[in-house]
C-alpha cells in the first residue's frame, strides 16, 4: 500500500500580479518539500479570471517566464501550477507539473466555459493533445481543470480507464449560493462512478464581482469526503492518501515517471472544515469579497452614506466585519425629509459597530439648487426630479469625502432595487462596489437577524430591522406605495430574472398578472442604470454583472 | 441565359420588436414581389445582437410564431428572413426561406464569432447539418450567414462545389473605420476564388454601442461590385443577375426546388452608391448610433453641457444633425474659472446650429458646497476633489433636467479623456449615451473641421478648434498640464488600447519611455471610471464596450 502525501494549497492570487503570485507560491515551496504534490488552484499563477489580458501577448511571455522561475525552486514536492500555455496560433487554460527545478508536463483545459460570468472561449482554445498520466509519488494521476468536471463526456473516464489512481482538479470555482453542495454532490458521484479518489482545489478570494470561496477537498474512492479546507480562507492542507487501486486495462495511457514512493514519517490527520450555513456563507461571501476589492485595488479605508435603514446599515456592519471598524466611515446626510428616527437608529449603529462618522446635512445645499432652478428657469423641480436632485447630492458629497480622503465609496442598494430601478444614478448607486448588489431586500432582512444572532446580542438595532423601509426622498413616503411587498417582489424577480421565465409564464407560475406587468416593465426599462452601475459581488446563479447581458434597446415585451 | 430579380432589402429592424419588426418586414413583401428572391439581413426578424434575450425559451418561441405569420404572408417573392432557430437542445443563428405562404427552408450558422463585440457561442450552438442549396427562379443559389464567410473553409466552396451559382450572404456587420473596404475587398476575393457572384445583404442602424452601416452589395463572378446599397440609410435595391454559369460537378447537394424562371418585364438598372470618405462615414456613423439610441428608446429630445470646448461643441453638432436642432437643448453651467471666450463660443455654436440653450451658472451651487464643507468639517475643498465637484454639481444639474423634461443626456467624452480617466466620474460622464466615446481627441478636430468644410461655411467656430483645450476647472487649467499632447498620446493609446501592446514592446516602438509608463498607469487605473461609463457607439476595431473586457482588479503592470 502507497501513501501519497498530498498538499491542497488553497490560495489567494491577485489578478496579473505576476511577482506577487511567484512569491505567494514560493513562500508555501519550503512548507510542502516533506510533500510528495502540492496542488495550486486554477490559474494560481496569473490570478483568474484574467479576461482580455490573455489577448496581449507580452503578457502571456511574461507569465510563462514568471512559470519557469517558479519551476526552478521546486524540489523534490511536486507543484502543480495553474497558468496560461500558448503555441504560435493558441493560449491555453493550463496547469504545469514542476519538479527539481524543471517543467516536467502540462495539461491544458478541454472544456471551457462560455455560460454565465465565464468568456473562455472568448480568450483560450480548448487542449486538444492526447491525455498523459503521471507517476508522482508512485501514485499513477490524471489531472483535469474545474470545468472538464462538469461536462458529459469529460476527460476524467479516459484517465481513469487509462490508469488513473487519483484524479487532480485545479479549480478556479466561484461562489454562489450553495454551490460548495452542488460541488461536493459532482465529484462524489464522479467517485463513485470511476471508483477513484478524487482532490478538488479551489482558489479563495474576491476577483471584481466574483468571490472564490475555497472548500476545497478530497473524495475518497467511494464518494466520502476525506478531507476539506475552510471557506473563504487561505490554508494549506496536508492528507495521506493511501491508493490501494489495482489497475487493470486496456487502454492504458502514457505515464510520464515524475517522482517515485517516498518513505513518510508518521501520519498526517487529515482535516474537515465544517458546512457553513446558508445565512453565515452569504455573509462571509459579502466580507471577503468586499475586503478584497477594497484591499486588492490598494485602498485601505471605506465610507458609506448611512441613512437609518436596513441596507445601508448592513453594508456598514459587512465593511466594519471584513475591514475592521477604524477603516470605515458612516456619512449621514439628513434632508429636510430625513424622519429623527433614521438619525438615532444611525447613531445607535454607529456605536454599535465603533466607526467614524459625520453628520452632514444636505439641507442648505439642496435648498440653493431649488432657489437657483426657480431663479434661472422660473419652475420649481417636482416629484422625481427633486428626490433624485437629494440622492446625487448625496453621491456628490460622498464622492468628496472619498477624493479627499483616499476612501473608497461603498454603495447599499440591494438586488430587488437594482432590478426594478429604484435608486438614483449617480446618487445612491454611485460608488465604487455595491456590496449586496446580488442580495435581495428579504435577504438583507435574514443577514442582518443572522448577524444579531451570530453576535448574541443586537449589532444593526431592531429597530431599523423592524420599521416599514423608506427612501426618505419625500414626507411620509414609503417603498410599498411604489413597489408590491417585497416578499411577493423576491421571488417574482428571481423567477424573471434567474428563471429567465416569460410574463405569460409568470402569469402561468401563479403571479399575479397586474403586478407581474409592473414588475417586468420595471426590470426591463431599468436596464441603462444597471449598466452603469458599479460592480458588486455575485452571490446567486444570475447576478447584474456579466452574467446578464441584455440590450438596452430593447422592445421585447416578453 | 437566366435572369434572376433579386431585390436587397437594408432594413432598421429594433432588436426584440417582433411586432415592429414583422410590420417592417410585411410592408416590403408587395414592393419586392415583381422579384424572384428578396434578402433580408442577419436575425432580420429579431434584431441584432439579441445577446441574453435568447436564454429566455419564451422569446425563442415567440420570435418562431413571428417567422410563421411572415411565412404566410409570402408570395411568389421567396423572402430571406434572419431568425433564433432552435431544436430541443440548442438554439442557431438562422435564416428562413419564405415562398408562397411557407417555410420552405432554412440555413443555420456554422461559424459564430465569440471576439471583439460578439458573444454567438454564448448564446447559439453552430449548425452543423448537411448543406443544401435552393433553386429560385431558376438558378441555384447556396445560403451563408456573416461570420460564415470570415472564416478559412468556412461552407462556401462546399456550396459551389455542389452546384451554387450564387451565393447569398446575410450580415448583421458592425461598422468600424475601414470596415466596408475590409468586406469588399473579402467578397471580391470570395467570388474570383470561386468564380461565382456573392449578395452581401447588412443590416442598417444603430442598437445600443453598434451601428450596421449598411452598404449591401452584389459582386459579379469576377469579384466586381454591380450593386451598393448607400451606406446608413434604409433602401431596396433590385438587381436583375444574369447567371450564366455552367455547373460540371462531381459533388452535388442536394437542390430545395422553390421557384422556377419568371419572365420579368424589362431590365432594372442597379445602382451603386458612392463610396464614403473617411470622415463623412465616421461622422455618418455617429449620427446614425445616436438617433436610434435615441428614438429606439422612446425619446424625441435630448440636452448636453456645452462648455465652449471643443469635445461638446462637436457633439452638439451631431445631435442637431441626426435629432434636428429643435430636439435639443444646450445647457451651459459656466463656474468661478470658465472664460468669457468659453461662453461667447458656446453663444456662437448655438446660434450656428439653431439649438435651444439655457444658461445656468453653478457658481452659487459650488460656493454653498464649499462653505457647508468647511462648516462641517473645519476644512477645505481642494484640488482634484474641488475640480470633481464642480464637474459633479453639473452633472446634477443636467440629470435635473433630463428627468423634469423627458430628455436624454448626451456626454461629450472623447476616447482619449476615456482612456486616460481625464474626466470625473458622475459629472461629466453622467448620462445616457457616450457620443464621441470612441473618437481620440485628434479624430474631434479632425470631425470639426470635415464639418465645417462639408457646410462650407463655420458650424463650429474656428475659434473653438483653435484654442488650447482646457477642462477650466482650476485657473489657466490646460489638458497639457497633465497629458502629453494628444499628437503623441492618441498614436500610443492606439497602439495599447487597440494593438494590445505591452510597456516594452511601446518602448521598442519608438515611444519615450516615461510618456509610456505615465500613459499605460492612467489607462490602466482609470478602468473602473470606463466600467460605469455610459455606452456609446464603437467605431474602430476596438472601443471601451464589451470589445475590451479587463478587469478591475489587475496589476499587471506590462
Redesign the interface.
Known amino acids: 500500500m502507497g501513501i501519497l502525501r498530498l498538499a491542497i494549497a488553497q490560495i489567494n492570487p491577485?489578478?496579473?500580479?505576476?511577482e506577487?503570485n511567484v512569491e505567494l507560491i514560493r513562500d508555501l515551496i519550503d512548507k510542502v518539500e516533506h510533500c510528495d504534490l502540492a496542488v495550486f488552484g486554477e490559474m494560481s499563477l496569473t490570478?483568474y479570471?484574467?479576461?482580455?489580458?490573455l489577448?496581449?501577448?507580452?503578457?502571456i511571455a511574461?507569465n510563462k517566464n514568471a512559470l519557469n522561475d517558479l519551476a526552478s525552486m521546486s524540489g523534490n514536492c511536486a507543484l502543480v501550477i495553474g497558468f496560461a500555455d500558448s503555441d504560435e496560433e493558441n493560449v491555453y487554460n493550463s496547469i504545469a507539473i514542476c519538479h527539481k527545478g524543471k517543467i516536467v508536463g502540462s495539461y491544458r483545459k478541454q472544456n471551457l466555459p462560455?455560460?454565465e460570468v465565464f468568456?473562455e472561449?472568448?480568450n483560450f482554445s480548448p487542449g486538444s493533445d492526447s491525455l498523459n498520466l503521471f507517476s508522482i509519488g508512485g501514485v499513477t494521476i490524471g489531472f483535469v481543470i474545474c470545468h472538464d468536471l462538469w461536462v458529459p463526456n469529460g476527460p476524467v473516464k479516459t484517465l481513469v480507464d487509462g490508469g488513473a489512481q487519483l484524479i487532480v482538479a485545479t479549480n478556479g470555482s466561484p461562489f454562489h449560493r450553495g454551490k460548495q453542495q452542488e460541488r461536493e454532490i459532482l465529484v462524489n458521484e464522479i467517485s463513485q462512478e470511476n471508483n477513484v479518489p478524487v482532490a478538488y482545489v479551489n482558489l479563495v478570494g474576491?476577483?471584481?464581482e466574483l468571490v472564490f470561496d475555497g472548500g476545497s477537498f478530497i473524495t475518497d474512492s467511494a464518494g466520502e469526503v476525506i478531507l476539506r479546507s475552510p471557506r473563504f480562507h487561505e490554508s494549506v492542507l496536508v492528507a495521506d492518501l493511501s491508493v490501494e487501486k489495482n489497475i487493470t486495462t486496456e487502454n492504458y495511457l502514457p505515464v510520464i515517471e515524475v517522482s517515485s514512493r517516498r518513505d513518510h514519517e508518521g501520519i498526517i490527520e487529515t482535516s474537515i472544515a465544517p458546512t457553513l450555513d446558508t445565512f453565515e456563507e452569504l455573509y462571509l461571501a459579502l466580507m471577503t469579497a468586499t475586503r478584497?476589492?477594497v484591499l486588492?485595488?490598494g485602498f485601505q479605508q471605506v465610507c458609506l452614506g448611512l441613512s437609518g435603514g436596513i441596507d445601508s446599515a448592513l453594508v456598514a456592519a459587512i465593511a466594519s466585519d471584513s475591514l475592521g471598524p477604524n477603516n470605515v466611515t458612516a456619512v449621514m446626510m439628513p434632508s429636510r425629509y430625513s424622519s429623527i428616527h433614521s438619525l438615532t437608529d444611525a447613531e445607535q449603529l454607529i456605536k454599535n459597530l465603533g466607526i467614524a462618522s459625520?453628520?452632514?446635512?444636505i439641507k442648505?445645499?439642496h435648498s440653493?439648487?431649488l432657489e437657483?432652478?426657480a431663479l434661472?428657469?422660473n419652475?420649481e423641480?417636482?416629484g422625481?426630479?427633486d428626490e433624485?436632485?437629494q440622492s446625487?447630492?448625496r453621491?456628490?458629497l460622498l464622492?468628496?469625502f472619498a477624493?479627499?480622503n483616499n476612501w473608497l465609496v461603498l454603495t447599499t442598494g440591494n438586488k430587488s432595487e437594482a432590478a426594478v430601478g429604484y435608486s438614483t444614478?449617480?446618487g445612491d448607486t454611485?460608488g465604487?462596489y455595491a456590496v449586496i448588489k446580488d442580495v435581495y431586500k428579504t435577504g438583507v432582512y435574514d443577514l442582518a437577524r443572522w448577524r444579531n444572532e451570530s453576535a448574541g446580542h443586537e449589532i444593526i438595532p431592531n429597530s431599523i430591522i423592524e420599521k416599514p423601509p423608506s427612501a426618505e426622498l419625500r414626507p411620509d413616503q414609503r417603498d410599498d406605495q411604489s413597489l408590491p411587498p417585497y416578499e411577493i417582489l423576491d421571488p417574482l424577480l428571481k423567477s424573471y430574472i434567474e428563471g429567465?421565465?416569460?410574463r405569460?409564464?409568470l402569469v402561468e407560475d401563479g403571479f399575479d398578472a397586474k403586478i407581474v406587468d409592473e414588475v417586468v416593465q420595471m426590470v426591463d426599462t431599468s436596464e441603462?442604470k444597471r449598466?452603469?452601475?458599479?460592480?458588486g459581488v455575485r452571490v446567486t446563479r444570475k447576478g447584474f454583472g456579466?452574467d446578464?447581458?441584455?440590450?438596452?434597446?430593447?422592445?421585447?415585451?416578453?
Open positions: 491577485v489578478v496579473g500580479d505576476l506577487g490570478g479570471p484574467l479576461e482580455d489580458l489577448l496581449k501577448p507580452g503578457f511574461d462560455n455560460v468568456d472561449v472568448r474576491g476577483q471584481d478584497d476589492y486588492k485595488s459625520v453628520n452632514f446635512s442648505d445645499i440653493i439648487f437657483q432652478w434661472n428657469l419652475e423641480i417636482l422625481v426630479a433624485n436632485l446625487r447630492i453621491g456628490v464622492m468628496a477624493n479627499a444614478l449617480y454611485a465604487a429567465d421565465r416569460t405569460a409564464e441603462y449598466r452603469q452601475n458599479p460592480p456579466r446578464r447581458r441584455l440590450p438596452l434597446v430593447n422592445r421585447y415585451k416578453g
